[in-house]
């Protein structure tokens, strides 16, 4: 168990405007269903009235108890949305490895179309007026992989404009697009084919 990334996400919950405002509210509804409409109900007197009553009697108990209406839901709440992002702390980093990736990596259609981006690679594309597959990775190789219809086999490119050789991969999605994934491999000329 990382107890470091446990701590970093209470720490997140914590500043979180909403997790005050939804403990106050459902902390208002229990404090107001115990302590004012349950007494009303069963005697028909003065909530307010039996509540002050209550207090007098017992104060300790009653502060406690309004105490717990709005702990309850303040605990849970943390409890809940870090054990959800603990446990989904995987898909969370599948989901933004593309805006992490410092390489790149894009979605593009069957015609070489560019359908999604990540920012670091459209910071690239945009620097080498990149505006489709086939001019990062050449029409020979972007062929080579829409005509191969399965998710295996890498490639090598060398792109031109920026110097640098890149090892490509790609995945075919449910939706018939194609994740393209760039590593770089050098920052120098290569003796490899250019693009």
């Avoid at 970093?8 to 997790?19: A, F, M, Q």
């Avoid at 028909?44 to 300790?60: C, H, K, L, M, Q």
């Amino acid at each position: 168990m990382d107890f470091r990334l446990i701590q970093h996400l209470i720490s997140d919950k914590l500043r979180d405007r909403s997790t005050y405002i939804v403990a106050a509210v459902v902390g208002a509804l229990i404090s107001g269903y115990g302590q004012l409409l349950v007494p009303w109900t069963r005697s028909g007197a003065d909530p307010f009235a039996a509540f002050a009553s209550e207090f007098e009697r017992t104060p300790v108990l009653t502060v406690l108890s309004v105490f717990l209406a709005y702990a309850f839901p303040f605990f849970v709440g943390i409890y809940s949305a870090v054990a959800v992002r603990y446990n989904n702390r995987r898909l969370e980093s599948i989901a933004d490895f593309p805006e992490r990736k410092p390489d790149p990596v894009f979605r593009a259609d069957r015609d070489g179309q560019l359908v999604e981006v990540g920012a670091t690679t459209q910071e690239l594309f945009d620097k080498y007026q990149v505006d489709s597959a086939q001019k990062i990775l050449g029409d020979e190789t972007w062929a080579e992989i829409v005509s191969s219809q399965s998710n295996k086999g890498l490639s090598k490119v060398f792109f031109e404009a920026e110097r640098a050789e890149y090892l490509v991969s790609h995945a075919f999605t449910d939706d018939d697009l194609i994740n393209v994934y760039l590593t770089r491999l050098t920052d120098h000329r290569c003796g490899g084919a250019t693009h």
